[in-house]
Protein backbone atom coordinates (compact mmCIF):
# COMPACT_ATOMS: atom_id res chain seq x y z
CA UNK A 1 0.00 0.00 0.00
CA UNK A 2 1.76 3.56 -0.63
CA UNK A 3 2.43 5.79 2.00
CA UNK A 4 0.68 8.95 2.86
CA UNK A 5 1.53 12.37 3.58
CA UNK A 6 0.57 14.05 6.62
CA UNK A 7 -0.57 12.89 10.04
CA UNK A 8 -3.99 10.66 11.30
CA UNK A 9 -6.46 13.21 12.84
CA UNK A 10 -6.46 12.54 16.65
CA UNK A 11 -7.66 8.92 18.12
CA UNK A 12 -7.95 7.48 14.47
CA UNK A 13 -7.95 4.65 14.04
CA UNK A 14 -10.09 3.05 16.61
CA UNK A 15 -8.22 1.35 19.17
CA UNK A 16 -10.03 -2.34 18.65
CA UNK A 17 -9.32 -1.75 14.66
CA UNK A 18 -7.02 -4.07 12.58
CA UNK A 19 -5.44 -1.17 10.62
CA UNK A 20 -2.49 0.46 12.04
CA UNK A 21 -0.88 3.89 11.02
CA UNK A 22 2.60 4.40 11.47
CA UNK A 23 4.28 7.17 10.70
CA UNK A 24 8.35 7.06 9.37
CA UNK A 25 10.69 10.19 8.67
CA UNK A 26 7.11 12.25 7.99
CA UNK A 27 5.29 9.44 6.06
CA UNK A 28 2.39 7.80 7.09
CA UNK A 29 2.02 4.03 6.05
CA UNK A 30 -1.33 1.93 6.86
CA UNK A 31 -0.56 -1.86 7.43
CA UNK A 32 -2.69 -4.49 9.38
CA UNK A 33 -1.75 -6.22 12.92
CA UNK A 34 -1.10 -9.58 10.98
CA UNK A 35 1.29 -8.42 8.72
CA UNK A 36 3.08 -7.02 11.42
CA UNK A 37 3.12 -9.58 14.01
CA UNK A 38 4.13 -11.65 10.66
CA UNK A 39 7.95 -10.60 11.60
CA UNK A 40 7.49 -12.56 14.49
CA UNK A 41 7.21 -12.51 18.83
CA UNK A 42 9.13 -10.14 20.39
CA UNK A 43 10.19 -7.80 17.48
CA UNK A 44 10.04 -3.99 17.10
CA UNK A 45 7.21 -4.66 14.43
CA UNK A 46 5.17 -6.86 16.88
CA UNK A 47 5.69 -3.96 19.81
CA UNK A 48 3.80 -1.86 17.38
CA UNK A 49 1.13 -3.90 16.66
CA UNK A 50 0.19 -4.61 20.36
CA UNK A 51 0.37 -0.73 21.21
CA UNK A 52 -1.52 0.66 18.16
CA UNK A 53 -4.67 2.67 18.52
CA UNK A 54 -3.79 5.26 20.96
CA UNK A 55 -1.47 7.10 18.90
CA UNK A 56 0.57 6.93 15.62
CA UNK A 57 4.25 5.94 16.66
CA UNK A 58 6.80 7.99 14.70
CA UNK A 59 9.88 6.06 13.76
CA UNK A 60 13.13 8.53 12.96
CA UNK A 61 14.21 6.17 9.90
CA UNK A 62 13.98 6.56 5.86
CA UNK A 63 10.72 5.78 4.74
CA UNK A 64 12.03 4.23 1.31
CA UNK A 65 13.72 1.74 2.78
CA UNK A 66 10.71 1.01 5.25
CA UNK A 67 8.71 0.85 2.40
CA UNK A 68 10.87 -2.39 1.20
CA UNK A 69 10.61 -4.06 4.07
CA UNK A 70 6.93 -3.78 4.63
CA UNK A 71 6.33 -5.24 1.13
CA UNK A 72 8.71 -7.75 2.30
CA UNK A 73 6.56 -8.82 5.24
CA UNK A 74 3.04 -8.87 3.19
CA UNK A 75 4.49 -11.40 0.92
CA UNK A 76 7.88 -12.42 1.72
CA UNK A 77 9.73 -11.31 -1.24
CA UNK A 78 11.08 -7.97 -1.88
CA UNK A 79 9.66 -5.53 -4.80
CA UNK A 80 11.55 -5.20 -7.91
CA UNK A 81 11.89 -1.74 -6.87
CA UNK A 82 15.02 -3.14 -4.64
CA UNK A 83 16.76 -3.43 -6.96
CA UNK A 84 17.72 0.20 -7.56
CA UNK A 85 18.88 -0.02 -3.97
CA UNK A 86 21.93 -0.41 -1.64
CA UNK A 87 21.91 -4.23 -0.20
CA UNK A 88 23.84 -3.02 2.70
CA UNK A 89 21.57 -0.43 3.31
CA UNK A 90 18.58 -2.90 3.26
CA UNK A 91 20.43 -4.64 5.69
CA UNK A 92 21.41 -1.70 8.34
CA UNK A 93 17.31 -1.49 8.37
CA UNK A 94 16.51 -4.96 8.45
CA UNK A 95 18.53 -5.23 11.35
CA UNK A 96 17.32 -2.17 13.11
CA UNK A 97 13.40 -3.38 12.57
CA UNK A 98 14.48 -7.23 13.46
CA UNK A 99 13.57 -8.80 10.37
CA UNK A 100 17.01 -9.53 8.66
CA UNK A 101 16.24 -13.32 9.10
CA UNK A 102 13.40 -12.49 6.74
CA UNK A 103 15.28 -10.38 4.11
CA UNK A 104 18.08 -13.63 3.85
CA UNK A 105 15.13 -16.01 3.66
CA UNK A 106 13.91 -13.63 0.68
CA UNK A 107 17.14 -13.52 -1.37
CA UNK A 108 19.45 -16.85 -0.22
CA UNK A 109 16.95 -19.85 0.57
CA UNK A 110 18.24 -23.01 -0.82
CA UNK A 111 14.75 -23.59 -2.74
CA UNK A 112 15.66 -20.48 -4.96
CA UNK A 113 18.53 -21.93 -6.41
CA UNK A 114 17.65 -22.05 -9.94
CA UNK A 115 20.36 -24.80 -11.64
CA UNK A 116 19.04 -24.04 -15.33
CA UNK A 117 19.37 -20.20 -14.73
CA UNK A 118 22.44 -20.11 -13.04
CA UNK A 119 25.25 -17.56 -14.41
CA UNK A 120 28.64 -16.08 -12.98
CA UNK A 121 27.61 -12.90 -11.01
CA UNK A 122 30.76 -12.02 -9.36
CA UNK A 123 34.48 -12.84 -8.49
CA UNK A 124 35.62 -12.76 -4.14
CA UNK A 125 39.36 -11.43 -4.25
CA UNK A 126 41.42 -13.24 -1.81
CA UNK A 127 44.38 -11.99 -0.16
CA UNK A 128 48.02 -13.45 -0.12
CA UNK A 129 49.19 -15.52 -3.45
CA UNK A 130 47.38 -18.98 -2.22
CA UNK A 131 44.93 -20.25 -4.48
CA UNK A 132 42.24 -21.90 -2.44
CA UNK A 133 42.44 -25.26 -0.95
CA UNK A 134 38.92 -25.89 0.42
CA UNK A 135 35.42 -24.56 0.64
CA UNK A 136 33.06 -24.55 2.88
CA UNK A 137 29.63 -22.84 2.88
CA UNK A 138 26.30 -22.42 5.31
CA UNK A 139 23.59 -24.43 3.53
CA UNK A 140 20.86 -22.33 4.87
CA UNK A 141 21.69 -18.85 4.06
CA UNK A 142 25.15 -18.94 2.00
CA UNK A 143 27.81 -17.42 4.19
CA UNK A 144 30.85 -18.95 2.97
CA UNK A 145 34.39 -19.70 4.42
CA UNK A 146 36.87 -20.39 2.16
CA UNK A 147 40.74 -21.65 3.19
CA UNK A 148 43.77 -20.51 0.89
CA UNK A 149 47.08 -21.27 2.40
CA UNK A 150 47.34 -20.69 5.82
CA UNK A 151 44.84 -18.50 6.16
CA UNK A 152 40.80 -18.86 6.34
CA UNK A 153 38.50 -15.52 4.91
CA UNK A 154 34.84 -15.59 5.55
CA UNK A 155 32.25 -13.98 3.81
CA UNK A 156 28.51 -13.17 5.73
CA UNK A 157 25.76 -14.38 3.47
CA UNK A 158 25.29 -11.22 1.63
CA UNK A 159 29.11 -11.94 0.10
CA UNK A 160 30.64 -8.88 2.19
CA UNK A 161 34.10 -10.08 3.76
CA UNK A 162 34.62 -10.36 6.91
CA UNK A 163 37.50 -11.25 8.46
CA UNK A 164 40.35 -13.19 7.75
CA UNK A 165 42.46 -15.51 10.32
CA UNK A 166 45.95 -17.06 10.44
CA UNK A 167 45.54 -20.63 11.38
CA UNK A 168 48.23 -23.13 12.93
CA UNK A 169 48.05 -24.87 9.23
CA UNK A 170 50.21 -24.63 6.28
CA UNK A 171 46.91 -25.28 4.51
CA UNK A 172 43.93 -26.40 5.16
CA UNK A 173 42.70 -29.05 3.34
CA UNK A 174 39.12 -29.85 5.34
CA UNK A 175 36.62 -27.48 5.93
CA UNK A 176 33.49 -27.63 7.93
CA UNK A 177 30.85 -24.89 8.47
CA UNK A 178 29.75 -25.17 11.79
CA UNK A 179 27.75 -21.67 12.44
CA UNK A 180 28.35 -18.16 10.08
CA UNK A 181 31.44 -17.86 12.50
CA UNK A 182 32.73 -21.26 13.65
CA UNK A 183 34.39 -23.78 11.46
CA UNK A 184 35.77 -26.72 11.65
CA UNK A 185 39.43 -27.30 10.00
CA UNK A 186 42.05 -29.99 9.26
CA UNK A 187 45.16 -30.80 7.15
CA UNK A 188 46.61 -33.88 6.12
CA UNK A 189 49.94 -33.10 7.27
CA UNK A 190 49.04 -31.53 10.49
CA UNK A 191 47.62 -33.44 13.65
CA UNK A 192 44.16 -32.74 15.27
CA UNK A 193 40.70 -31.21 14.11
CA UNK A 194 40.83 -27.69 15.27
CA UNK A 195 37.80 -25.62 16.05
CA UNK A 196 37.81 -21.98 15.29
CA UNK A 197 36.38 -19.00 16.15
CA UNK A 198 36.57 -16.58 13.27
CA UNK A 199 34.81 -13.91 15.03
CA UNK A 200 37.62 -13.53 17.68
CA UNK A 201 40.31 -15.11 15.35
CA UNK A 202 41.08 -17.91 18.17
CA UNK A 203 41.40 -21.88 18.29
CA UNK A 204 38.67 -22.94 20.95
CA UNK A 205 39.01 -26.47 21.34
CA UNK A 206 41.33 -29.28 19.12
CA UNK A 207 39.47 -32.95 18.96
CA UNK A 208 42.12 -35.87 18.24
CA UNK A 209 41.68 -39.03 17.89
CA UNK A 210 44.20 -41.57 19.65
CA UNK A 211 45.84 -44.33 17.69
CA UNK A 212 47.45 -47.42 19.23
CA UNK A 213 50.41 -45.76 18.18
CA UNK A 214 50.00 -42.79 20.12
CA UNK A 215 51.81 -40.89 17.20
CA UNK A 216 49.53 -37.92 15.64
CA UNK A 217 46.34 -37.88 13.88
CA UNK A 218 46.00 -35.83 10.95
CA UNK A 219 42.33 -35.25 9.19
CA UNK A 220 41.28 -36.93 5.78
CA UNK A 221 37.91 -35.31 5.94
CA UNK A 222 34.81 -33.77 8.25
CA UNK A 223 30.77 -34.25 7.72
CA UNK A 224 27.77 -33.51 9.64
CA UNK A 225 24.41 -34.53 10.20
CA UNK A 226 21.88 -32.16 11.91
CA UNK A 227 22.81 -33.41 15.16
CA UNK A 228 26.64 -35.12 14.92
CA UNK A 229 30.41 -34.57 13.28
CA UNK A 230 32.01 -37.32 11.59
CA UNK A 231 35.90 -36.66 11.14
CA UNK A 232 38.07 -39.27 9.15
CA UNK A 233 41.45 -39.32 11.16
CA UNK A 234 44.62 -41.16 10.01
CA UNK A 235 47.45 -41.52 12.32
CA UNK A 236 49.96 -39.88 11.06
CA UNK A 237 52.69 -43.12 10.64
CA UNK A 238 49.66 -43.85 8.60
CA UNK A 239 48.94 -47.45 9.52
CA UNK A 240 45.64 -47.17 11.21
CA UNK A 241 42.78 -45.07 10.39
CA UNK A 242 39.17 -44.54 11.92
CA UNK A 243 35.83 -42.11 11.35
CA UNK A 244 35.04 -40.60 15.27
CA UNK A 245 31.58 -39.08 15.86
CA UNK A 246 30.88 -36.30 17.67
CA UNK A 247 27.53 -34.24 19.16
CA UNK A 248 27.38 -31.28 16.51
CA UNK A 249 27.00 -28.84 19.23
CA UNK A 250 28.55 -30.20 22.58
CA UNK A 251 31.66 -31.81 19.74
CA UNK A 252 31.87 -34.44 22.86
CA UNK A 253 32.98 -37.91 21.00
CA UNK A 254 29.97 -40.05 21.04
CA UNK A 255 31.19 -43.42 19.23
CA UNK A 256 33.62 -44.55 16.78
CA UNK A 257 33.07 -46.32 13.51
CA UNK A 258 35.55 -48.24 10.69
CA UNK A 259 38.53 -48.59 13.44
CA UNK A 260 41.38 -50.12 10.98
CA UNK A 261 44.88 -51.13 11.94
CA UNK A 262 46.91 -51.80 8.96
CA UNK A 263 48.92 -55.18 8.98
CA UNK A 264 51.50 -56.09 5.72
CA UNK A 265 49.74 -55.56 2.16
CA UNK A 266 45.47 -55.44 3.65
CA UNK A 267 45.04 -52.12 0.97
CA UNK A 268 41.86 -52.14 1.64
CA UNK A 269 42.32 -51.40 5.03
CA UNK A 270 44.85 -48.79 4.88
CA UNK A 271 42.90 -46.68 2.65
CA UNK A 272 41.06 -43.31 5.17
CA UNK A 273 37.77 -42.01 4.17
CA UNK A 274 38.64 -38.71 2.02
CA UNK A 275 34.83 -37.87 1.94
CA UNK A 276 32.14 -38.09 4.12
CA UNK A 277 27.91 -37.45 3.47
CA UNK A 278 25.71 -37.86 5.60
CA UNK A 279 22.13 -39.08 3.84
CA UNK A 280 19.47 -37.56 5.95
CA UNK A 281 16.35 -40.25 4.10
CA UNK A 282 18.51 -43.02 4.95
CA UNK A 283 20.15 -42.29 8.03
CA UNK A 284 23.27 -43.65 6.75
CA UNK A 285 26.83 -41.97 6.50
CA UNK A 286 28.65 -42.33 3.42
CA UNK A 287 32.75 -42.93 3.50
CA UNK A 288 34.84 -42.77 0.48
CA UNK A 289 38.05 -43.33 -0.11
CA UNK A 290 40.80 -44.29 -2.61
CA UNK A 291 44.44 -45.12 -3.31
CA UNK A 292 46.93 -44.31 -6.23
CA UNK A 293 49.51 -47.40 -6.75
CA UNK A 294 51.72 -49.16 -9.84
CA UNK A 295 48.69 -50.86 -11.09
CA UNK A 296 45.90 -47.74 -10.93
CA UNK A 297 43.57 -46.27 -9.00
CA UNK A 298 41.56 -48.38 -6.54
CA UNK A 299 39.34 -47.24 -3.92
CA UNK A 300 35.89 -48.03 -1.63
CA UNK A 301 32.30 -46.25 -1.05
CA UNK A 302 30.77 -47.31 2.24
CA UNK A 303 27.63 -46.89 3.81
CA UNK A 304 27.45 -46.78 7.60
CA UNK A 305 24.78 -47.48 9.89
CA UNK A 306 26.18 -45.12 12.62
CA UNK A 307 24.34 -46.16 15.82
CA UNK A 308 25.43 -50.11 14.78
CA UNK A 309 28.38 -49.42 14.11
CA UNK A 310 28.00 -51.81 10.74
CA UNK A 311 28.26 -51.31 7.34
CA UNK A 312 24.93 -51.95 5.04
CA UNK A 313 26.62 -51.55 1.91
CA UNK A 314 30.11 -51.06 0.21
CA UNK A 315 31.64 -51.64 -3.35
CA UNK A 316 35.36 -51.97 -3.95
CA UNK A 317 36.77 -49.87 -6.81
CA UNK A 318 39.48 -51.02 -9.34
CA UNK A 319 38.03 -50.35 -13.30
CA UNK A 320 37.30 -46.60 -13.83
CA UNK A 321 37.46 -45.14 -9.93
CA UNK A 322 35.80 -42.77 -8.45
CA UNK A 323 37.72 -39.59 -8.77
CA UNK A 324 35.20 -38.11 -6.23
CA UNK A 325 31.55 -38.90 -5.22
CA UNK A 326 28.18 -37.90 -4.34
CA UNK A 327 24.94 -38.94 -2.85
CA UNK A 328 21.72 -37.56 -4.14
CA UNK A 329 19.09 -37.98 -1.01
CA UNK A 330 16.07 -36.94 -2.86
CA UNK A 331 16.52 -38.49 -6.00
CA UNK A 332 18.29 -41.96 -3.82
CA UNK A 333 21.38 -42.33 -5.93
CA UNK A 334 25.10 -42.11 -5.64
CA UNK A 335 27.14 -40.79 -8.31
CA UNK A 336 30.41 -40.76 -9.40
CA UNK A 337 33.10 -38.97 -11.87
CA UNK A 338 35.50 -41.68 -13.33
CA UNK A 339 39.18 -41.09 -12.78
CA UNK A 340 39.91 -42.48 -15.72
CA UNK A 341 36.90 -41.50 -17.91
CA UNK A 342 36.05 -38.15 -16.09
CA UNK A 343 32.16 -39.54 -16.90
CA UNK A 344 29.47 -39.48 -14.35
CA UNK A 345 27.93 -42.43 -13.03
CA UNK A 346 25.28 -43.67 -10.99
CA UNK A 347 24.12 -46.56 -8.61
CA UNK A 348 19.92 -46.54 -7.57
CA UNK A 349 20.12 -46.72 -3.93
CA UNK A 350 16.49 -48.14 -3.93
CA UNK A 351 17.80 -51.37 -5.44
CA UNK A 352 21.11 -51.86 -3.80
CA UNK A 353 23.06 -55.33 -3.56
CA UNK A 354 26.59 -56.97 -3.56
CA UNK A 355 26.16 -57.33 -7.26
CA UNK A 356 24.81 -53.33 -7.82
CA UNK A 357 26.83 -51.72 -10.84
CA UNK A 358 27.46 -48.33 -11.91
CA UNK A 359 25.38 -46.84 -14.61
CA UNK A 360 27.15 -44.38 -16.98
CA UNK A 361 25.52 -41.41 -17.64
CA UNK A 362 28.57 -40.34 -20.53
CA UNK A 363 30.55 -42.17 -22.81
CA UNK A 364 30.53 -45.37 -22.34
CA UNK A 365 33.39 -46.12 -24.11
CA UNK A 366 35.36 -43.86 -21.68
CA UNK A 367 35.14 -45.92 -18.77
CA UNK A 368 37.57 -49.33 -19.72
CA UNK A 369 39.99 -46.45 -21.23
CA UNK A 370 42.52 -47.38 -18.31
CA UNK A 371 45.43 -45.32 -20.35
CA UNK A 372 44.04 -41.81 -19.80
CA UNK A 373 43.15 -40.01 -16.09
CA UNK A 374 40.84 -37.95 -17.91
CA UNK A 375 38.75 -37.27 -14.28
CA UNK A 376 41.81 -36.32 -11.88
CA UNK A 377 40.48 -33.41 -10.13
CA UNK A 378 37.15 -33.66 -11.11
CA UNK A 379 34.15 -32.87 -8.24
CA UNK A 380 31.16 -33.99 -8.08
CA UNK A 381 28.06 -32.48 -5.79
CA UNK A 382 24.17 -32.63 -5.68
CA UNK A 383 21.84 -29.99 -4.72
CA UNK A 384 18.15 -30.69 -4.71
CA UNK A 385 17.74 -33.47 -6.97
CA UNK A 386 20.22 -31.81 -9.52
CA UNK A 387 23.64 -32.97 -10.18
CA UNK A 388 26.67 -31.09 -10.48
CA UNK A 389 29.65 -32.40 -12.31
CA UNK A 390 33.02 -30.39 -13.34
CA UNK A 391 35.28 -30.96 -16.00
CA UNK A 392 38.37 -29.13 -16.81
CA UNK A 393 36.99 -25.60 -16.86
CA UNK A 394 33.01 -26.22 -17.30
CA UNK A 395 30.35 -27.62 -15.24
CA UNK A 396 27.60 -30.43 -15.99
CA UNK A 397 24.58 -30.74 -14.85
CA UNK A 398 22.65 -33.93 -14.88
CA UNK A 399 19.04 -34.08 -14.49
CA UNK A 400 16.24 -36.78 -14.15
CA UNK A 401 14.16 -37.17 -16.82
CA UNK A 402 10.68 -38.33 -16.04
CA UNK A 403 9.87 -41.29 -18.09
CA UNK A 404 6.21 -43.06 -18.28
CA UNK A 405 6.52 -46.69 -19.13
CA UNK A 406 7.16 -48.20 -15.87
CA UNK A 407 10.33 -50.30 -17.19
CA UNK A 408 12.02 -49.38 -13.79
CA UNK A 409 15.10 -47.62 -15.88
CA UNK A 410 16.19 -44.19 -14.82
CA UNK A 411 16.93 -41.60 -17.70
CA UNK A 412 19.68 -38.59 -16.77
CA UNK A 413 20.09 -35.82 -19.48
CA UNK A 414 23.61 -33.20 -19.84
CA UNK A 415 23.16 -29.75 -19.87
CA UNK A 416 25.90 -27.16 -19.62
CA UNK A 417 25.96 -24.41 -17.19
CA UNK A 418 25.98 -20.52 -17.86
CA UNK A 419 26.46 -18.15 -20.52
CA UNK A 420 28.72 -19.04 -23.67
CA UNK A 421 31.21 -15.96 -22.13
CA UNK A 422 30.90 -18.14 -18.82
CA UNK A 423 32.18 -21.05 -20.16
CA UNK A 424 35.78 -22.13 -20.14
CA UNK A 425 38.56 -21.21 -18.05
CA UNK A 426 41.18 -22.60 -15.63
CA UNK A 427 40.59 -26.21 -14.40
CA UNK A 428 38.13 -26.02 -11.81
CA UNK A 429 39.51 -27.09 -8.07
CA UNK A 430 36.45 -26.86 -5.79
CA UNK A 431 32.68 -26.86 -5.86
CA UNK A 432 30.19 -25.50 -2.95
CA UNK A 433 26.29 -24.73 -2.63
CA UNK A 434 25.03 -22.49 -0.18
CA UNK A 435 21.93 -20.44 0.19
CA UNK A 436 20.82 -19.97 -3.43
CA UNK A 437 24.47 -19.41 -4.73
CA UNK A 438 27.13 -21.91 -6.55
CA UNK A 439 30.67 -20.94 -5.11
CA UNK A 440 33.65 -22.76 -7.60
CA UNK A 441 37.34 -21.98 -7.64
CA UNK A 442 39.61 -22.57 -10.26
CA UNK A 443 43.45 -23.89 -10.12
CA UNK A 444 46.20 -21.18 -9.86
CA UNK A 445 43.88 -18.42 -9.09
CA UNK A 446 43.48 -16.09 -5.64
CA UNK A 447 39.48 -15.88 -5.78
CA UNK A 448 36.14 -17.49 -6.05
CA UNK A 449 33.56 -17.23 -8.72
CA UNK A 450 29.86 -16.62 -7.34
CA UNK A 451 27.22 -18.23 -9.34
CA UNK A 452 23.94 -16.98 -9.04
CA UNK A 453 20.51 -16.91 -10.76
CA UNK A 454 20.05 -14.30 -13.35
CA UNK A 455 16.26 -13.55 -11.34
CA UNK A 456 17.84 -12.50 -8.47
CA UNK A 457 17.64 -9.04 -7.22
CA UNK A 458 21.32 -8.38 -6.04
Known amino acids: ?125 LNGRDSPSALAADAACGALHVAHGSKITSFDWSLRRKATVLTHFTAVDSLLALSP ?59 SNSIMVYDLHSLTPITEIGHNEIFGADIDSA ?64 FKVGVNSGEASYVDMRNLSTESAWVCLGDKRKVTNNGKKEGIGCKIETQGNQVFCTKGGDVELWSEVVMGGGNGGRIFKKNLMGRMRDMGGAKITNLAFGGSTMFLTRKDQQCVEVWQSSSREF
Open 181 to 239: TLVAAGANDFSGLQILDLENGRVRETLNWENVTKSGSTVQAIGASSENMFVSFESSRRN
Open 1 to 125: MPPFAGSEPAGFPKPDSNIVSIDVGGQVFQTTKQTLTSAGPKTFFSRIAESSGIYTPFIDRDPEMFSLLLSLLRTGNLPSKAKAFDLQDLIIESKFYGIETLLINSLSNPSQLEPFNLQKSLLLP
Open 271 to 334: IPATKLQWIEGYNLLMASGSHSGPSGVSGNIRLWDVRSGNVVWEISEKVDCFADVAVCDPLSVI
